[in-house]
């Protein structure tokens, strides 16, 4: 495949709104989330982010709120902001939606009565997503981390999506056994890593193929490096369902073949690797810019870029990789035209 696929960009129909931030909240999302305008407040953030990992471990349970809006639903949602990944509801860098084309794949490819797997859920953005847009799904969210599990029971408590979503806390790996979670800074739990070495917290680990789960028509991964491991266990239920993918790749020219390494296992699987992208259509001009870089548009639509693994290291920045089985293309022309 080596044509640029695009469509409209698609409505939301779940949407979340920060109602309620409490001060660990804010503290955390200025100090490490918003941008410095001068060099005062750059040197006075250097400090409070000394500062600020003493008055989290003071801090306890810190309570926010948050509106999740679903086919017409309501629902007024408590979260504990001591896990710092909630500041994704109030950054303004995600005003517009956090990870829209993670959002509008979800949205256009997920058939009604499907089955989702969550893998890296974190609180459940995502899962309450895909669950909230729809009013059949299967939905199986895994969060290793024992303090972010609890988030992500409560919020889909919380939401009216118990009876959608199974919660799982384990990390799914090649292997069933233990691992340890580390967290960057001990804080920021977007960050969270399957570790064999130590961390915050001892977790266990599964293969996906060990689990009687029902076939995966979509599976979402940000686990944070570990991504080859997932597929490694789970490559029977890859072989077997053929789900898209999408993941998330960050460079590393220091260690390349840790980079690339899932893309080559998941191209002899018989994957496909598209980068998802924003088109636009300003002033008769028509041009591609990475998902989040500007506010969206109401004439926004959502390219699919195709590259090859050995071009993966040319682009220096970290992207979200959707990835399509060869056998899938043709459906997956159907939701999308040519560009341009």
Known sequence: MNTILVRKLPTPTASFRIRRVPFLGRFYEYVFCSQSTGKIEMWSKRILRKIFPAYYRLCGSSTGEFEFQRQGQRSEIQFNARNTEFCILSDTLFKNGYEIEVAALLDVLLPEGGTFFDVGSN????????????????????????????????????????????????????????????????????????????????????????????????????????????????????????????????????????????????????????????????????????????????????????????????CLSEFNVFACHESRLPELMTKFKPWP
């Open 123 to 314: 609180w459940g953005y995502h899962t309450l997503l895909a669950a909230g847009s729809r009013s059949k799904l299967t939905v199986h969210a895994f969060e290793p981390t024992p303090e972010t599990f609890k988030d992500l029971v409560a919020c889909v408590e919380q939401s009216g999506l118990a009876g959608m979503v199974t919660c799982n806390n384990f990390a799914l790996s090649s292997n069933d056994g233990k691992a340890f979670i580390k967290l960057p800074e001990g804080l920021h739990s977007g960050g969270a890593q399957v570790s064999s070495d130590g961390g915050v917290a001892s977790i266990n680990t599964r293969r996906l193929d060990s689990l009687d789960l029902p076939k995966p028509d979509f599976i979402k991964m940000d686990v944070e490096g570990h991504e080859i491991e997932v597929v490694k266990g789970g490559q029977n239920t890859l072989k077997l369902a053929r789900p898209y993918l999408i993941f998330e790749s960050k460079p590393n020219h220091l260690q390349p073949d840790k980079v690339l390494d899932i893309f080559f296992f998941l191209a002899r699987l018989g994957y496909n690797f598209f980068v998802p992208a924003i088109q636009r259509e300003p002033r008769a001009r028509n041009f591609l810019i990475p998902a989040g870089w500007l506010p969206a548009a109401n004439d926004d639509g959502l390219a699919l870029i195709p590259f090859i693994p050995e071009t993966r290291l040319l």
